[in-house]
C-alpha cells in the first residue's frame, strides 16, 4: 500500500502538472473514441500498451475479457458496453485477450476453479469458446492450445458483442467498428484478427475493415 501512496504523490507532483490543463477540460465532460474490452489481469495495461492519455480510452475489464451474449448476464458488462455506445458515442470497440490467461485457463482445466463457484460460473460465458477449442484444436497441446484457446475466446466475445442491442444498431448504421487484439506479455508484440486471411496478424500489418460481418468459423493455423 505504501508504494501505491508514494505514486500518487509522485503522480501529483510529476504527471498532474503538465496535464493539469487536459484534466480541467476533463472535468467538464468525457468524449474517450474508443472502449477497449480487457482482462482483469494486472500485466496487462491498456493505457501504457496504447500510449493513450487520460479521456482517450472507456475500459471494461473482467477475468477473461468476457462479454456476457444479450440476456446472458445481469452484470455491469452490458452497462457499461450500452453507455460507452449509445452515450458517449465511441467509434471503435476493441476485445484484446492477452498470453498466459489464468481465465482461458481455468476454462481449459475447470477442476483448477472447481473451488471458485463464481469463477466458474463466470467462465460458462465462455463455453462456447471451450467448445470450439474441444472440437478443433485436439491436435494442440500446452501453450499452443491455451494461445488458441484466448485467439478464439476473442472472436466469440466480439460474436456475443454484437448480440447487444446498442452495438447491433451502431453497427447497422456503419459508424462502430470492432477490433479482435491479443497481446503478447513476454515480447509486447499485439495481434489483431484480419477478416480476410482469417488470421491473427501483428499489428503493423492490420488492414481494418469498413464493414462489419460475423467471425469466420474456420479455425486458424497456430
Keep these: 500500500m505504501q508504494k501505491l501512496i508514494q505514486g500518487i504523490h509522485q503522480f501529483q507532483q510529476d504527471s498532474f502538472r503538465p496535464l493539469q490543463g487536459l484534466f480541467e477540460e476533463l472535468a467538464k465532460g468525457q468524449n474517450p473514441e474508443t472502449l477497449f474490452i480487457t482482462c482483469s489481469d494486472s500485466r496487462i495495461d491498456p493505457t501504457l500498451l496504447t500510449r493513450a492519455q487520460p479521456g482517450d480510452l472507456f475500459i471494461l475489464r473482467n477475468a477473461g475479457n468476457i462479454v456476457p451474449a ?11 458496453i450500452e453507455f460507452a455506445v449509445a452515450a458517449l458515442g465511441v467509434k471503435d470497440i476493441i476485445i484484446c485477450g492477452h498470453s498466459h490467461c489464468g481465465a482461458m485457463k481455468g476454462l481449459l482445466q475447470p477442476e483448477q476453479v472447481a473451488s471458485l463457484p463464481a469463477v ?6 465462455a463455453e462456447m469458446t471451450r467448445r470450439i477449442v474441444r472440437d478443433n484444436y485436439g491436435h494442440l497441446d500446452g501453450d499452443r492450445l491455451l494461445t488458441a484457446t484466448v485467439e478464439e475466446n476473442v472472436l466469440v466475445q466480439l460474436e ?9 444498431s451502431r453497427l447497422v448504421r456503419g459508424d462502430l467498428h470492432l477490433h479482435g487484439w491479443v497481446y503478447k506479455i513476454e515480447t509486447g508484440e499485439v495481434f ?18 469498413t464493414t462489419e460481418t460475423a467471425v469466420s468459423r474456420i479455425p486458424r493455423s497456430i
Excluded at 120 to 125: K, M, T, V
Excluded at 160 to 168: D, I, K, Q, Y
Excluded at 192 to 204: E, I, M, T
Design 160 to 168: 456475443n458483442l454484437r448480440t447487444l442491442p446498442a452495438v447491433g
Design 70 to 80: 444479450h440476456g446472458a448476464g445481469n452484470g455491469g458488462e452490458a452497462a457499461t
Design 120 to 125: 466458474s460460473s463466470w467462465l460458462s460465458h
Design 192 to 209: 489483431a484478427y484480419d477478416l480476410q486471411s482469417g488470421q491473427f496478424v501483428p499489428l503493423a500489418k492490420y488492414q481494418p475493415v
